[in-house]
């Protein structure tokens, strides 16, 4: 059963499976209309376990609560994998400050020492930076939910591939042993980031295949459904994850999915927001093929989004570089100087 609300469709996971193990078409159909018809909706059902989600939001609130001091010391111009903390008002979307400050983490692997000229991306591959003495409880709670939203991640593509009439383990390769997924620990502010005005976050497009997003009761996330100019508000639905989908679903179905334009307003002044994003996507050297469309659903792709200032990329390593070149120009002088004259 789907409980949408207005024209923004509510999914429930438990149900997407029948109980000798295959999805259920009528979840299948809920699922078709709301990723290629409303290109965003909510989730329900998708287990963890019990006040997980309303205890990652408190650590998260903890953790901005702590004095500067201690968040500086996670400072994400140390780290030249793009991890760590973004002070309020550095990150950058459409040239413009964002009115929030977050953690960036990814999976721990070792960094790569040396790599071919046309595979930059390895350099997103390191450590995590943690305040593993102010607030030990932060890490094993972040991880813990990278953990869980990378399985629901895994499980929502194999439904999306069963709506793109593909076995459903057709998008499982390019993830496996390496998914270099990111989640964002994210505080926003009002009226606190004179530059940014009342941009939260500005519009773009994620690029990865999925994104999972926890928000608190705030609000102020809106979005573009595809082929319409106006923002619609993602009222916050207790218990759910909002789901937008990303740049490389597009590139794979040539636009048949579109990848999700958002935004967040920031908050009223003096109000504050929390949210946890967790981009699911695959290894950094994957290259993502067209799907083989049947010539119905290849009559409904709307092609591929044309924007000279953000021409997607099949390459996910590259796709995913890009965005955090730009979103962080301040890392990126500081330890890619040379990259920074390529791109
Ligand atoms: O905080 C939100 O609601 C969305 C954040 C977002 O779109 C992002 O970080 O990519
Ligand atoms: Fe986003």
Redesign the pocket.
Known sequence: MSHDQGAIPVLDLSTARQPYGTFSPEFIEQLRHATHDVGFFQITGYGGSPGQADQLLDAVRRFFNLPLEERMKLDNRLSPHFRGYTRMGTEVTQGRADAREQIDYSPERPPVSSYPPDQPYWLLQGPNQWPDEAFPELKPAAMAWAELMSAVGMELLRAIAVTLQQPEDYFDEPFREAPAWMG?L?H?VGGVVKEAGNQ??GS?A?YGFV?L?L?DDVG??EVKPPGTSEWLPVEPLPGALVVNLGEMLEVATEGYLAATI?R?QAPPPGVDRY?V?FFWSPRLDSVIQPVPLAPELKAAARGITDDPGNPLLASFGLNMLKGRMRAHPDVTERHYPDLLKRS
Do not use: A, I
């Open positions: 964002k994210v926003y939260g976050v773009h994620d994104t997003l928000q102020g996330l958002h967040v949210s994003p």
